[in-house]
């Protein structure tokens, strides 16, 4: 008697492919709950804190273009810029040529910032 060998990879696929379909619903399903559990669909607020340590602030958004040092790399240095705490915030809120984007930072950060900069030597 021969035996085809072809017989037990069509039942190992015929049974994977239920398997995955079987595992899907119960994905969907296992879906429904976790939205449950994180709070989705219940209007829950995303609280995320803001840093107001201008060295914080430089660290998390400043320190890719402006170097470690406030040296500058991509953009330019922040010592001795000569500029005063108004145009500073200006550049902070509109941005300056196509280097240097506006509206990275929010709220009072942007104060805080402003002021530090305009104060770097």
């Known amino acids: ?9 069509i039942l190992v696929m015929v049974f994977g492919i239920v398997l995955m379909f079987i595992l899907s619903f119960k994905g969907l399903s296992d879906m429904k709950e976790v939205a449950k559990e994180n709070g989705e669909g219940k209007g829950a607020e995303k609280t995320e804190e803001v840093a107001t340590n201008p060295e914080d602030i ?10 470690d040092q406030y040296q500058g790399a991509v953009g330019p240095s922040l010592k001795g ?9 200006d550049i902070l809120v509109n941005g300056k040529g196509t280097g240097m984007p506006g509206g ?7 104060d805080i910032m402003a002021e530090w900069v305009s104060k770097l030597k």
């Not at 810029?81 to 915030?89: A, H, I, N, P």
């Open 1 to 9: 008697m021969k035996r085809n060998p072809v017989v037990p990879f």
């Open 58 to 67: 430089y660290k998390s958004t400043c320190i890719s273009c402006h170097g």
């Open 81 to 89: 810029t000569g500029l005063s705490k108004d145009e500073v915030k």
């Open 104 to 110: 990275l930072l929010k709220g009072d950060q942007v």
